[in-house]
């Protein structure tokens, strides 16, 4: 689990190529469990990166300002200087709770609801889904699990898929909230972190939902137990645009024929080149949706 929280306010085009940076492992001495790029609303962006334990802050910046300069975004001497104005300080109990959903509404999207322990309601409905409170640290972007719980929404109206892989599950909502609608389906949620399906595995009991949620910790898609388990009619990856499009060549095969794909945490701007990647793969588009900058995808393979 995270120890230490790196907080940087700076402009888009740095943000997010420090986060992407972090999150991403590019620094070998500095791979976040997780890190993001937020817009402010104010003109100014935010990096927040967790790291599991405090990092070198002169050796970060160091390397930070080298790409930073090597991607022609800014001057070593600008970014520097940017950088000098991060901070990094040690994680407590109010952090955890500004980090999970402690603070937070429910989250609702289509027929879905996500609750925290703090706001849970006194009957859970089939399309519930409760996150243990202080631990939702790895879920993703808040406007991005209401437009993946929307595309997923959208889907079951059309189809009944058989057998679902959630990509970079995170602490398990996605595929826990079809799991609580279809609880005999399997669903075969993956993650990169190993606490983030720890995490996934202890909502899946808080959630009273059975082994056909299996979580498991792989990367990417090299992992031979993924492709044991396909062909899958629905792919749920509400991961970074990244590795959404690095991935395309390898996950569309693992998809049956009609099957869906629905795609987040990506904002609207990203959105071209991931339609890109799917459409030269034989995907079509179903939908798009957008909430401020954060948009999503729905595919559908012939």
Not at 115 to 121: A, I, K, L, T
Not at 125 to 134: F, K, P, T
Not at 182 to 193: E, N, R, S, Y
């Amino acid at each position: 689990m995270p120890t230490h929280v790196y907080r940087l306010t700076t402009t888009r085009s740095i943000a997010t190529r420090v986060a992407d940076a972090l999150g991403d492992g590019e620094l070998v001495f500095a791979f976040a469990d997780a890190a993001g790029a937020f817009d402010h609303g104010d003109g100014t962006w935010g990096v927040e990166a967790y790291f599991p334990e405090a990092l070198d802050e002169a050796d970060l910046a160091e390397s930070l300002a080298d790409l930073l300069e090597a991607d022609g975004i800014v001057s070593r001497e600008a970014a520097l200087a940017t950088l000098a104005r991060a901070t990094q300080r040690p994680l407590d109990g109010a952090d955890w709770a500004a980090i999970g959903l402690d603070a937070l509404p429910p989250i609702a999207a289509g027929r879905f609801r996500v609750f925290g322990e703090h706001n849970r309601p006194e009957a859970l409905r089939r399309e519930d889904v409760l996150i243990e409170a202080s631990s939702a640290f790895g879920s993703g972007d808040h406007a991005s699990t209401q437009l993946s719980l929307a595309g997923l929404d959208e889907i079951l109206k059309l189809a009944r898929p058989r057998n679902v892989l959630d990509l970079g599950t995170g602490t398990g909502i996605l595929g826990l909230a079809f799991a609580r609608l279809c609880p005999t389906v399997p669903v075969l949620a993956t993650d990169i972190a190993p606490h983030a399906v720890a995490t996934a595995e202890r909502n899946r009991r808080l959630n009273g939902v059975d082994r056909a949620f299996r979580a498991l910790t792989a990367d990417g898609l090299t992992d031979v137990r993924i492709a044991r388990a396909a062909p899958f009619d629905l792919v749920l990856a509400n991961i970074l645009p990244d590795p959404l499009c690095h991935m395309a060549g390898a996950l569309v095969p693992l998809m049956a024929p009609g099957a869906f794909l629905v795609v987040a945490g990506l904002r609207i701007g990203e959105q071209s080149r991931l339609e890109h990647a799917y459409r030269a793969r034989g995907l079509r588009l179903v939908s798009r949706r957008s909430i401020k900058e954060w948009a999503s995808l729905t595919f559908q393979k012939p």
